[in-house]
Every structure is written in structure tokens, then in C-alpha cells.
């Protein structure tokens, strides 16, 4: 696990780094600068916007005695949604606003049940009920 952690943590900035270089050869200093800011904007209003009605529904749920385990789920990605927004990038960008847009976020979710499935078949993951 810390060796996937160092990984990740050293890949992503270098890639933000090679992006970021290029986008601005390309375009310009002014330019990048502005797209930053640009997305890093939309994005809060999207996480916002989605947190909100996330809260909503997670309320719904439970005023009618249901588990809101779908809502919690999509509740986790809007929350690594929007931190990955807050971090200057577009690599990061794009990934923040994959996890944030309901229609690529099911993707996601389809992905993350069957990691998770799996985990709780190898026994990795054990789910206790009281």
C-alpha cells in the first residue's frame, strides 16, 4: 500500500507538471493560468450544486427508513470530486469533473462496487452488522 501511495503521489504532480508545460508552450502563460482558475471555479459550483442535492436525497432516504447506501457512495465521489478540483491541473481537473458529473459518476460507481465486491470475496473487506 505505501509503495502505491508513494507512487501516486510522486506520478500525479510530475504529470501535472509535463501537462501544465505543455498546455502553456501551446497556448500561452496567461491562458493556462485563466483555464485553471476557470475550472477550479466550475468545479465548486459543481460540487456544490451536486453536494446539495446529494444532501437531499440522503434526508429523503432516511425520512423514509431506507439505508442511503447509493447516496453515501455518490456522496464519496463529489467529496474526491471537489478536492481533486481544488488541486491546480487538468489531469486532476478532468478526473475531479469524471467523478462529478452524475452521468460518468454511474461509470464509477459500476467500477467501485465490483472493486469492492471482489474485496469482499477475497475476504480483504469485512462487513460487520450489529
Do not use: H, S
Not at 500525479?12 to 502553456?24: A, D, F, Q, S, T
Request: charged share 20%.
Amino acid at each position: 500500500m505505501f509503495i502505491r501511495l508513494l507512487l501516486l503521489f510522486t506520478f500525479v504532480p510530475v504529470l501535472e507538471l509535463i501537462i501544465l508545460i505543455k498546455v502553456g508552450a501551446w497556448i500561452g502563460v496567461a491562458p493556462t493560468i485563466a483555464l485553471i482558475l476557470l475550472t477550479g471555479i466550475a468545479g465548486a459550483y459543481l460540487a456544490r450544486t451536486q453536494g446539495l442535492d446529494l444532501a437531499m436525497r440522503i434526508q429523503r432516504e432516511l425520512n423514509e427508513g431506507r439505508l442511503p447506501a447509493e447516496e453515501l457512495l455518490d456522496g464519496a465521489m463529489v467529496l474526491v470530486g471537489g478536492i481533486l478540483l481544488l488541486t491546480p491541473g487538468f489531469f486532476t481537473d478532468l478526473t475531479g469533473f469524471i467523478l462529478l458529473v452524475p452521468g460518468t459518476r454511474q461509470f464509477c460507481k459500476k467500477t467501485v462496487r465490483l472493486w469492492m465486491k471482489r474485496y469482499i470475496d477475497q475476504g480483504r473487506i469485512t462487513i460487520r452488522r450489529y
